[in-house]
């Protein structure tokens, strides 16, 4: 496989790995966030003359690596067998005046103009020129930005809380800068007036990274890492580089993992979850079973794309227990005299698949 430069140097410069040499010590990516941050309306459009076309009803996505305490987000990467794709089925909106691909450089003032607040970016952790990008329903409402356009009022409950209230932005440090490896030609599509339909920004050879890994702004550790602005139909695939300090690096894929890589279904949007799986192993079918005898029943259980949250027991359709561990297990005392037991198991995306009906008689000792 041959490399372009850039990627060579996003190699040595954050420690870039292919994935047959990295070992993994734990899983530290617990998800990826969607946020529905906006919703246009009308008066949007009408208002936002000077600063582009903003489709009525165009919908604003940011996007949060979600990580365990003491990590880093280090770099969105596409590689062969592995690209790197955010697209949609119209366009992606940017302001043409005082817009950008990267909010780094979008100045703190200039975020109450007109439609700046809903550009199309990448991003290691800002929202601007020095804010954090975070969750709406993590901000306190402290210095909410208030649009002086009067644009931004929608309260469209489709975004949740609305922006008038709390805008998904903090002050909190230096925020973390964007590098960008060889992706110079595809960030175009999120710029203002790039006259795109069917837009894709896509890479197999390139990534946004942060050379000193980003943590989040909160004890919570989400990093946001993009937000794009559009009326069609937001699609993406991700591939993740995090790392703890002193610790190895570990990549998340969207899907074809090989080696170490861990496959995450929330790297996929729309999200698209393989049911889990379940089996009884035990009691058998049709078994007779002495009244007041303690029974172990034992299933099997698993996820293709995920893993398995619990499983929960069910005795005549009422829940008697539940197990997050394998072997998945519960121990009932049996009583009768005829009883149908079932199980279901839901795995991390909350998808649950109900298993077969396992009849058996409980008589008493004569």
């Given amino acids: 496989m041959k490399l372009s430069v850039n990627m060579k140097r996003l190699i040595c410069g954050i420690g870039f790995v292919l994935s047959g040499f990295i070992t993994l010590a734990q899983h530290g990516l617990e998800n990826i966030i969607v946020e529905k941050y906006y919703v246009s309306s009308a008066k949007d459009t009408a208002l936002s003359s000077l600063g582009g076309k903003l489709p009525i009803g165009s919908t604003t996505y940011r996007i949060y690596v979600d990580m365990l305490p003491g990590y880093k987000f280090q770099a969105a990467f596409g590689i062969p067998g592995h690209e790197l794709r955010l697209a949609t089925t119209t366009k992606f909106f940017n ?33 601007s020129e020095s804010n954090f990008g975070i969750l709406k329903s993590e901000d306190d409402g402290m210095g909410t930005t208030v649009n002086s356009n009067g644009l931004l009022q929608n309260d469209n409950p489709i975004a949740g809380i609305a922006l008038k209230n709390q805008d998904g932005f903090i002050i909190n440090g230096d925020v973390p800068k964007v590098t960008a490896f060889a992706i110079d030609s595809a960030l175009k599509v999120f710029g203002n007036n790039n006259g795109n339909s069917n837009a894709v920004f896509s890479t ?47 990549q998340y894929v969207a899907k074809n993992p090989k ?3 861990i496959q995450l279904a929330t790297l996929t949007y729309p999200l698209t979850d393989i049911a889990p799986q379940i089996k009884f192993i035990n009691p058998r079918k049709n078994k007779a079973i002495l009244n007041g005898t303690i029974v172990p029943i034992r299933v099997s259980a698993s996820d293709k794309d995920g893993n398995v949250s619990f499983v929960a027991f069910f005795v005549n359709k009422i829940k008697v227990g539940e197990d997050n561990s394998a072997p998945f297990q519960f121990d009932w005392t049996a009583t009768g005299p005829e009883v149908d037991i079932e199980a279901t198991v839901t795995d991390n995306l909350g998808l649950t698949t109900r298993s077969a009906s396992i009849k058996i008689t409980v008589f008493d000792k004569k």
């Fill in 95 to 127: 302001n043409e005046d005082k817009g950008a691909t990267i909010p780094n450089i979008i100045p703190d003032h200039n975020l109450p103009n007109n439609s700046v607040m809903l550009d199309s970016w990448i991003s290691t952790g800002a929202a």
């Fill in 204 to 250: 197999s050879n390139g990534s946004w990274a942060c050379m000193n890994g980003s943590q989040g702004p909160t004890a919570d550790n989400k990093v946001l890492i993009a937000q794009v602005t559009t009326d069609g139909i937001f699609s993406f695939e991700l591939n993740i580089q995090i790392r703890k300090d002193g610790g190895a690096v570990e």
């Fill in 259 to 261: 080696g170490k890589e």
